[in-house]
């Protein structure tokens, strides 16, 4: 099993900047690969970053890609996501997420086994 716990979720202005982190237990970090989900009230969880085992060629959403950064720090069991010049309709609660398929780096969401219980982002107009 794996026990996912996400932080660093807030409420800041249109084209500010929030890191969200997720520290894993239970299994070996450096075998996991590791996603950030995003859903609204009403609206299916979707996909926002994932990367593999190693960090290579990390996978963006086509709305994130220039604004968001994924990064692991396997030593850590940590997983990060930069978010910068956020917009309103980045809102959401966001969520981690592992699969045991190290080398998996796409965002599928059935593909995932392990889900934390997710930390609010709110950006404001």
């Known amino acids: 099993q794996v026990q996912l716990v996400e932080s660093g979720g807030g409420l800041v202005q249109a084209g500010g900047s929030l890191r969200l982190s997720c520290t894993a237990s239970g299994l070996a970090f450096d075998t996991l690969a590791m996603g950030w989900f995003r859903q609204t009230p009403g609206k299916e969880r979707e996909g926002v970053s994932c990367i593999n085992w190693a960090g290579v060629s990390p996978d963006y959403a086509d709305s994130v890609k220039g604004r968001f950064t994924v990064s692991r720090d396997n030593a850590k069991n940590t997983l990060f996501l930069q978010m910068n010049s956020l917009k309103p309709e980045d809102t959401a609660m966001y969520y981690c997420?592992?699969?045991?398929?190290?080398?998996?780096?796409?965002?599928?969401?059935?593909?995932?086994?392990?889900w934390g219980q997710g930390t609010q982002v709110t950006v404001s107009s």
């Open positions: 997420a592992a699969t045991t398929n190290g080398f998996y780096r796409t965002c599928g969401v059935y593909d995932y086994s392990y």
